[in-house]
């Protein structure tokens, strides 16, 4: 923590994208299936529905833990 409140801001924005972009890419190598073919390629709409509320749960998570 530094006595700048803009950069503490900043840094803890950088921090919270670096976690949950390691998150995500945790969720997606875990996953049984491949989220990116079966979202773009076969249109699956469950497979949509599910890659949201993974990245939305992850996202209030690190949001909270942070805040």
């Known amino acids: 923590m530094t006595e700048y409140p803009m950069l503490n801001a900043v840094l803890f924005a950088l921090l919270g994208l670096v976690v949950f972009a390691i998150a995500a890419a945790l969720a997606m190598r875990l996953l049984p ?6 979202i773009i ?27």
Request: no cysteine.
């Open 33 to 38: 299936f491949d989220l990116r073919k079966q």
């Open 41 to 67: 390629e076969e249109r699956n709409m469950a497979a949509a529905v599910l890659a949201a509320a993974l990245f939305l749960g992850m996202a209030w998570i690190i949001a909270a833990t942070m805040h």
